[in-house]
């Protein structure tokens, strides 16, 4: 039982970290442009084939 009241509040604090560093995530702007991502991967025009 003793162990429960330990892993409850650690699991709470992991839970929080990571609600946290999605928040930043969102607020840095790294899902801003998931369309333009997508089509620049399929771009022949910029890729650097070596030859």
Excluded: E, K
């Amino acid at each position: 039982m003793n162990i429960l009241l330990f892993l409850a509040p650690v699991s709470v604090a992991l839970a929080l970290v990571g609600l946290a560093a999605f928040c930043w995530t969102v607020r840095s702007g790294q899902y801003d442009d998931p369309a333009g991502d997508a089509a620049r991967i399929l771009n022949d025009q910029l890729d650097d084939h070596p030859d």
